[in-house]
T-cell receptor, first 116, second 113 residues
Framework: AQKVTQAQTEISVVEKEDVTLDCVYE???????LFWYKQPPSGELVFLIR??????QNEISGRYSWNFQKSTSSFNFTITASQVVDSAVYFC?????????????FGQGTRLTINP | ETGVTQTPRHLVMGMTNKKSLKCEQH?????MYWYKQSAKKPLELMFV???????ENNSVPSRFSPECPNSSHLFLHLHTLQPEDSALYLC????????????FGSGTRLTVV
């Protein structure tokens, strides 16, 4: 069965520190997609990134970067020079194709607090 | 504006009440989903609709009854709920298996008293 584990339940850092959120997944599929979502206090989940299983290139977008390592089934997310606005719950998710749609299996989330 | 609109944002209901949650998307997506988010639990998939046909029911109790009259609208009808059903209910949509992920609504915070 598909499974996503985010071992860090809560992380608290001081503004401008770098922080890495861990994500480990389990799947038997050879083709799959991994995602990160951000959930601010307002509630909606905001899409951050999608990575397919054949592309192990790391990605950087501004202060955000993602490290995908298939050998260790990990897809970690790093925020550089964190800001208070980065405070949110972050979810890692793994896709599973179903009839004409897709099912996302989510980790339990990591609550990130950036203190001024 | 996220493209997926959920109403109401907050709902308090008694265990004998009947209420409905509404979700609407204007993105032209064919698939719509209901997820439940309880405190300290991962998001749980409840239902999946593809072109208004239900394709997945994740062993959800019958007190939750989904309805999808067309690809743009999704409802979750609630009746005789229990206090443990209190949670954030999130609606999402996607374009088939385009695997660009979901677009989520802001959710309905449900409290059952």
């Amino acid at each position: 069965a598909q499974k996503v584990t985010q071992a860090q339940t809560e992380i608290s850092v001081v503004e401008k520190e770098d922080v890495t959120l861990d994500c480990v997944y389990e799947t038997r599929d050879t083709t799959y997609y991994l995602f990160w979502y951000k959930q601010p206090p307002s509630g909606e989940l905001v899409f951050l990134i999608r990575r397919n299983s054949f592309d192990e290139q790391n990605e950087i977008s501004g202060r955000y970067s993602w490290n995908f390592q298939k050998s260790t089934s990990s897809f970690n997310f790093t925020i550089t020079a964190s800001q208070v606005v980065d405070s949110a719950v972050y979810f890692c998710a793994l896709s599973e194709a179903i009839q004409g749609a897709q099912k996302l299996v989510f980790g339990q989330g990591t609550r990130l607090t950036i203190n001024p | 504006e996220t493209g997926v609109t959920q109403t109401p944002r907050h709902l308090v209901m008694g265990m004998t009440n009947k209420k409905s949650l509404k979700c609407e998307q204007h993105l032209g997506h064919n698939a719509m989903y209901w997820y439940k988010q309880s405190a300290k639990k991962p998001l749980e998939l409840m239902f999946v609709y593809n072109f208004k046909e239900q394709t997945e029911n994740n062993s959800v109790p019958s007190r939750f009854s989904p309805e999808c009259p067309n690809s743009s609208h999704l409802f979750l009808h609630l009746h005789t709920l229990q206090p443990e059903d209190s949670a954030l209910y999130l609606c999402a949509s996607s374009q088939g298996q385009a695997v660009y992920g979901y677009t989520f609504g802001s959710g309905t915070r449900l409290t059952v008293v």
